[in-house]
């Protein structure tokens, strides 16, 4: 049932909340580990800044999928993309793009935060200076901006030159490795289960943080909290695992249209709780 070049079955890219225009365009995208197809036949559809929340159940490749937006795939040696994924329209995986730009533009949060074993300072400042900046005052610029807009500015701007990253809470990781993703000024934040390994109070402050950064940046966000995707995401894509384990895109669309009335039975089963 996936497929759809215009965002799963039965979805217009028309009517995605795409005021902006699309961001990210998915074409008949396969993805294999050695021999073993993991993802088959996707196409969609990623408007501009705007929240699209991957939702399914482990294994139909939502991670994997997610993945392919910044190439991190292209570092486990048995994997192989097919297919076209178009960032405003260039495919990045076209024989003259290079991954590091790929990378620069996507940024990628992980589903624990990984600090760097240095100060919050740092931490943020790494991404700019291996993009070849190093005029002191400029770091401190981009540093004390990336952590404003990560929403942690107020919570360390006292001793953030010296404090090491580790010494900060979960929720405060979390958002220092949002920051450090906004260091390099990327223009799609992708977030592999960012709120999985925090209390309701962090994962709260993480929520508002995705709300106000969608005014600014693309964000593609996997979870497994299905009360998650709907309260922070426009649009959502659901995916399925077939019994060879193969995952695929069942069907997308406006968020409130998905889990109030999904066009797929195993849609409803699954967001129902019923789980097909």
């Known amino acids: ?44 559809d990623i408007a501009a800044r705007s929240v699209t929340a991957f939702i399914g159940p482990s ?3 939502k991670s994997t999928l997610l993945r392919c937006f910044d190439r991190m795939n292209d570092l486990i040696p048995a994997a192989r993309v097919h297919g076209s994924v178009l960032l405003d329209g260039e495919d990045i995986y076209g024989p003259d793009v290079q991954p590091v730009e790929v990378r620069r533009r996507v940024g990628l949060v992980f589903q624990r935060p990984n600090p ?3 100060s919050i300072y740092e931490n943020v400042a790494y991404g700019p200076r291996r993009h070849g900046v190093s005029d002191r005052s400029r770091l401190d610029e981009i540093v004390e901006q990336s952590l404003r807009r990560s929403a942690l500015w107020d919570e360390v701007k006292d001793d953030f030159r010296r404090k090491s990253a580790l010494a900060l809470s979960g929720g405060q990781q979390q958002r220092l490795c949002i920051a450090r993703t906004m260091a390099v000024d990327p223009e799609v934040i992708l977030m592999d289960e960012p709120c999985s ?46 019994p060879d384990r193969t995952g ?24 129902s709780g019923r789980f097909g």
């Not at 109070?201 to 995705?210: F, G, K, P, V």
């Not at 695929?248 to 967001?271: C, I, N, W």
Request: net charge negative; charged share 20%.
């Open 1 to 44: 049932m996936s497929g759809n070049a215009s965002g799963g079955p039965g979805t217009s890219a028309s009517e995605a909340p795409a005021a902006s225009g699309i961001k990210i365009q998915v074409r008949d995208l396969d993805v294999f580990y050695g021999s073993r197809r993991a993802v088959r036949d996707v196409s969609m």
């Open 59 to 61: 294994g139909c490749g």
């Open 116 to 118: 760097f074993p240095m």
């Open 197 to 242: 390994a925090l209390d309701p109070i962090a994962t709260q402050r993480i929520e508002d943080l995705i709300e106000e950064l969608a005014a600014t940046f693309t964000i593609v966000i996997v979870t497994h909290n299905m009360q998650q995707a709907s309260r922070v995401s426009q649009t959502t894509a659901f995916f399925w695992v077939d």
């Open 248 to 271: 695929h895109l069942v069907e997308m669309g406006p968020t409130a249209q998905v889990f109030t009335s999904p066009k797929e039975r195993v849609t409803e089963d699954y967001v």
